[in-house]
Each structure stands twice: as structure tokens, then as C-alpha cells.
């Protein structure tokens, strides 16, 4: 009661809300004054110095000397440079986020092929380059034949087992980028083997397996498959490579 | 493999009409062939937006601007562009709602807000017109109060009045104010439950 008036307060003086350990109720009762403090007309828009100082940082962060790569050739460089501080950085590099307890023996990506050297080559990879491994499910949550949506830090996506082989995809669409659900695998009836579970597009209806694979789609090109993220299993944590949460 | 069976079309997929029925608002412009070339592209086009939207969810601006750089440093780094808008924005409604998700955890401990599943919804709120779904929904519930809860919430949430100068305008105590602020607020979130539940 005493930190749901506080924050009340703090969030009528625009200044940042304290943090207290709120039950359901204090919540409901946050959530509606937030509502009435977001009716103010004209309150919600950023201030003109806010967007500029951001677009600095940002500026500081991804311009060169660190150039960004373009998407094709340089990702295999950003691969192995990620692979090679993964392996010998281990802790410092994902930064102690969610790694606690993480061998690095058992780092890499179980998930993600070496380039194919076939024409088809393999689907393409999600690889942040400042990146944390973070915890998805558990283990268990994954068993043999398991898809199971996960959202971590920035990333959408599904991890799925299959024939012992961890995988984890994007969940977004490679069509328009909607995010992708999950639909459960079909009973097994009669005479009807068992659908796999697949992961359908809200927007247009197209499937993809959980290995990220295209299954079935009605536009005029084939959308890409979904992009790989590297996955890896630490003790009894199915963790993926994603970008890093910002520090605060 | 192809469907064969006729599907009705879906709600406006994302960037299926090139920006959509609405004018762009001031900030946001069009990009050619919508597509971003860089990073900067992306900020600009996308910044108020976001903010916007964020800004709904938290209701102070501290927040909303800490909330918008975690959106953006963790959204920009990994992308590879160029890419088509509506993809990228995709992604930073997800991204949104991650931050957000984090967010709560680590202050109130509870979803407090969430953002809808739905792209196209939650672009929706912040794209067509600046700010106006906000405003609506703030209204929608005080309209729907008694007088006098109308009144303190007014005063307190919208105007940004002190307890004391609420009490004052009203003629009451400190006290009574205090308590009928917390009465008119719990009757408020019983009408925004409900509206929410009727606009599905």
C-alpha cells in the first residue's frame, strides 16, 4: 500500500516510479493511473533532446570504427570471430549474463551447421554481435520431439529437439516480419501419421518446421527459412545466443 | 507446396499498403520503396513511435526514455540492413514488448502493462495518429465515473495537482482526499478492465 502511493506519487510529479514488490491488485490500480498519466493530450511524445542524445549513442555504438557488416560475406567473419571469443572468452564475453554455472566446454551451437558447401547453402543465421546467452527453458522443457516458444531479450523465437539435435529459430516471418505461432501437432488419426508441430504465420499463412524450414506458404516467392540461433545446452539450461539485455 | 484453398484476407498485413491509410504524423516519413537503408534510417524513421507507445505503458517520461534507448541499443546492433520497414518494425514492437516485459519485472515485480500480440494493433495505437488512442482511453474510463472520483482524478492524474490543492478544490480534508482518490481509482480500474474486455 505504502510503495503503490508512492509510485502514484512519483508518477504525478513525472519523476521515475520507486520499484516495490506489488501484489495483483496494486498492480491494477498502477495500471490505471499509468493509463490516465498516458491521457494527458500531447504527453506521450519524446522530448526533441532525448531523440537527439539517443541517436548519438547510437551513432558512438554502431558506426565505424566498427562498421556494420553487410548481410552475406561478413557474417562469416562475425561468426568466427563470435565462435573464437565464445571458446576462449567463455564468461567475459557473454558476460556473466545468465551463465552462471555454464561450462564453456559445452558452448557451441549444437544447432547451427558449418556453411553447407552445396549451392543450396544453409539457412541463414541470426547472430547478434554483442550477444548473452540466455536461458530458455530447462532441459526437461525440451524433450526429443518438443517445439517450445521462448522470447528472450530481444529475440522471438522456438527451440525444438529433433533426433537429439537442439535447434532453435527465429519466431518472426521471413515474409513481413509477423510473429509466428505455434500450432501443436496433429493427432495422429486414422491412417493419418502424426503433423509435426509448425509454426504458422498469422498474416499470410505460411509454415515453417521447427527447423526453420519452409512447409507451406501461397506468395508469389518462397519466403526464406528461419534464421538459425545459436543454441547451446549448459547442465540441465537450454540457453540461446541473443542480443545482450542493456545494462541499467 | 502451395495452399490451394481461398483464405479470406487477412487484417492489413504489415506495410502491405505503403504507408498505410493514415498521413504519416510529423516524424514519421516514408522511406523509399520502405525500406531501410541503415541504422540511422531505422532510428528516425521509428523513434516517436516507439516512444509513444512505451510512453503508454509506463506513463512517466523517465521511464519511457530509459525503456526507448534499451529498445534501440538492443534492437539496431544485430540488424542487418537494409530490410523492408515493415519487417524491422516488427521487430521492434517485439523488441517493445521484451523491454517492457523486463521492465516490470524488475520494478513492480508484475505484468503491469503488456503490449498487444499483434503487430499491426500495437502500430496501430502510436502510427495512425499521434497520441490519440491514449487520450480516448483515459477519457473512455473517467467518463464513466461518478463526479466527484471523475473530479479527484482528474486534479491528480491529469492536471498533476498535490494531494493538498486536490483536497482544497474539492473542499475536503487531506484525508478524505486521500481516501477517495483510492476509491476512485480502484472504481476506475474496474471500468478499464471492462472496457478492455469489450474492445476484446
Known amino acids: 500500500m505504502r510503495g503503490l502511493t508512492r509510485y502514484l506519487e512519483d508518477l504525478i510529479r513525472s519523476r521515475r516510479p520507486r520499484r516495490f514488490a506489488a501484489d495483483s491488485d496494486s498492480a491494477d490500480l498502477a495500471r490505471t493511473a499509468i493509463t490516465l498519466r498516458a491521457g494527458r493530450p500531447g504527453s506521450g511524445d519524446p522530448r526533441e533532446e532525448f531523440v537527439l542524445a539517443l541517436r548519438k549513442r547510437l551513432a558512438r555504438e554502431l558506426d565505424p570504427p566498427a562498421p556494420i557488416p553487410a548481410a552475406g560475406q561478413a557474417s562469416n567473419g562475425r561468426r568466427a570471430f563470435l565462435r573464437t571469443a565464445t571458446v576462449t572468452g567463455g564468461v567475459a564475453v557473454a558476460g556473466g549474463a545468465a551463465l552462471a554455472g555454464a561450462g564453456v566446454e559445452h558452448a557451441l551451437s549444437a544447432g547451427s551447421p558449418a556453411p553447407s558447401p552445396n549451392g543450396a547453402g544453409p539457412p541463414p543465421e541470426l547472430l547478434p554481435d554483442q550477444g548473452a546467452w540466455l536461458t530458455v527453458a530447462t532441459s526437461a522443457q525440451v524433450p526429443e520431439g518438443a517445439v517450445r516458444p521462448f522470447t528472450a531479450g530481444a529475440v522471438a523465437g522456438f527451440v525444438s529437439r529433433a533426433e537429439g539435435q537442439l535447434r532453435a529459430v527465429s519466431g518472426i516471418c521471413t515474409h513481413q516480419g509477423c510473429r509466428l505461432s505455434l500450432a501443436p501437432p496433429g493427432a495422429q488419426g486414422a491412417g493419418r501419421p502424426a503433423k509435426p508441430a509448425a509454426l504458422v504465420c498469422p498474416c499470410h499463412g505460411a509454415t515453417f518446421a521447427a527447423d526453420g524450414a519452409v512447409l507451406a506458404h501461397r506468395l508469389a516467392i518462397t519466403p526464406t527459412a528461419l534464421p538459425l540461433l545459436d543454441v547451446r545446452e549448459t547442465g540441465s539450461d537450454v540457453q540461446v545466443y541473443v542480443p545482450r539485455p542493456s545494462a541499467r | ?200
Request: proline share 9%; net charge positive; hydrophobic share 45%.
Open chain 2, 1 to 200: 507446396m502451395r495452399f490451394s484453398r481461398a483464405t479470406p484476407s487477412p487484417a492489413r498485413p504489415p506495410g502491405a499498403a505503403a504507408t498505410g491509410p493514415e498521413p504519416p504524423p510529423s516524424r514519421l516519413r516514408a522511406v523509399s520503396g520502405e525500406e531501410y537503408a541503415d541504422w540511422d534510417a531505422v532510428y528516425r524513421d521509428n523513434v516517436t513511435w516507439v516512444y509513444r507507445l512505451l510512453f503508454t505503458r509506463v506513463g512517466n517520461r523517465p521511464d519511457a526514455e530509459d525503456l526507448s534507448t534499451e529498445v534501440f541499443m538492443a534492437a539496431l546492433p544485430p540488424l542487418r540492413l537494409p530490410a523492408p520497414a515493415p519487417v524491422v518494425r516488427a521487430y521492434l514492437v517485439s523488441t517493445c514488448r521484451t523491454a517492457l516485459a523486463r521492465h516490470w519485472k524488475r520494478t513492480l515485480g508484475q505484468q503491469v502493462t503488456t503490449l498487444p500480440d499483434d503487430v499491426d494493433a500495437a502500430l496501430a495505437e502510436v502510427r495512425a495518429e499521434p497520441g490519440a488512442a491514449a487520450p480516448q482511453r483515459a477519457a473512455r474510463i473517467l467518463a464513466a465515473l461518478p463526479e466527484r472520483y471523475r473530479a479527484i482524478l482528474e486534479l491528480r492524474f491529469l492536471d498533476g495537482s498535490s494531494i493538498a490543492e486536490a483536497a482544497r478544490a474539492l473542499g475536503i480534508s487531506v484525508g478524505n482526499a486521500k481516501v477517495l482518490q483510492h476509491r476512485a481509482l480502484r472504481r476506475a480500474s474496474e471500468v478499464g478492465a471492462r472496457l478492455a474486455a469489450e474492445e476484446g
